[in-house]
């Protein structure tokens, strides 16, 4: 059986969800986190070490500002809620992207960060303003400055995923089959599984039911 170290998702279909359900986008990323604490629970009882999440990208900046607004004070009211919780489960916070938002949410940010860094239990990196085309741009032009050889080793040090396993996994949910900038160098030869079902409505037999899937692929990485 493979083994599980890594798994990166992709939580699309929060807003599809909420109008469906609730008439209401703002109600699906609400339902959203819900969705989150059981793939959280499930990765640790699975004994997954890294769990990414894609959270906001670099492109969710062109949503309505209404909603941008309720996105970061639901993040906000999560992490004050749950901080002392997550790090009691020895979870750590690890943030993906850069952290161009309120300076409260900045604060509590680093403040997550540093609050949970010795954790070794389940490391989460939540990818937040995170686009990977510029990623591997900054990448490349600290490589350029510090006089280093261009190659896949000297990239990966320079990557926000330094000193972190590349996914084995990927999973997308909604039904869309696309990558949408996402760790597309770190993806290279990650397992990809699309979901149909909407983020929201992803449970823990969904979850079980693909690690069991990807567990019994035979990986070749380029072999016969």
Same mark, same amino acid.
């Given at each position: 059986?493979?083994?599980?170290?890594?798994?990166?998702?992709?939580?699309?279909?929060?807003?599809?969800?909420?109008? +469906?359900?609730? =008439?209401?986008?703002?109600? %699906?990323? /609400?339902? %959203?986190? !819900?969705?989150?604490? $059981?793939?959280?629970?499930?990765?640790?009882?699975? /004994?997954? #070490?890294?769990?990414?999440?894609?959270?906001?990208?670099?492109?969710?900046?062109?949503?309505?500002?209404?909603?941008?607004?309720?996105?970061?004070?639901?993040?906000? !009211?999560?992490?004050?809620?749950?901080?002392?919780?997550?790090? $009691?489960?020895?979870? *750590?916070? !690890?943030?993906?992207?850069?952290?161009?938002?309120?300076?409260?949410? &900045?604060?509590?940010? =680093?403040?997550?960060?540093?609050?949970? @860094?010795?954790?070794?239990?389940?490391?989460? =990196?939540?990818?937040?303003?995170? %686009?990977?085309?510029?990623?591997?741009?900054?990448?490349?032009?600290?490589?350029?400055?510090?006089? @280093? *050889?261009?190659?896949?080793?000297?990239?990966? *040090?320079?990557?926000?995923? #330094? =000193?972190?396993?590349?996914?084995?996994?990927?999973?997308?949910?909604?039904?869309?089959? $696309?990558?949408?900038?996402?760790?597309?160098?770190?993806?290279?030869?990650?397992?990809?599984?699309?979901?149909?079902?909407?983020?929201?409505?992803?449970?823990? /037999?969904?979850? *079980?039911?693909?690690?069991?899937?990807? +567990?019994?692929?035979? $990986? &070749?990485?380029? !072999?016969?």
């Amino acid at each position: 059986m493979n083994p599980l170290n890594h798994v990166a998702i992709i939580m699309d279909g929060n807003g599809r969800w909420g109008l +469906k359900y609730k =008439n209401s986008r703002n109600a %699906g990323h /609400k339902e %959203g986190l !819900k969705a989150v604490e $059981r793939i959280i629970k499930v990765s640790i009882e699975q /004994k997954i #070490k890294f769990l990414t999440l894609y959270a906001f990208s670099t492109e969710n900046w062109k949503r309505p500002k209404k909603e941008i607004t309720y996105l970061f004070n639901l993040l906000q !009211k999560f992490l004050t809620d749950r901080l002392e919780d997550i790090n $009691r489960q020895k979870i *750590k916070i !690890k943030i993906l992207g850069y952290k161009r938002f309120s300076l409260k949410l &900045n604060r509590l940010l =680093n403040l997550a960060e540093k609050k949970t @860094c010795k954790n070794t239990k389940l490391q989460i =990196n939540l990818a937040l303003n995170y %686009g990977s085309k510029t990623e591997i741009i900054h990448a490349l032009k600290k490589i350029s400055k510090s006089n @280093c *050889k261009i190659n896949e080793n000297n990239l990966e *040090k320079f990557l926000q995923t #330094k =000193n972190i396993p590349d996914p084995d996994l990927l999973i997308r949910t909604g039904s869309t089959q $696309r990558l949408s900038n996402f760790l597309l160098w770190q993806l290279a030869y990650s397992e990809i599984f699309f979901e149909k079902k909407l983020w929201p409505a992803f449970n823990e /037999k969904d979850y *079980k039911k693909i690690i069991k899937k990807f +567990k019994n692929i035979k $990986r &070749n990485f380029g !072999k016969i």
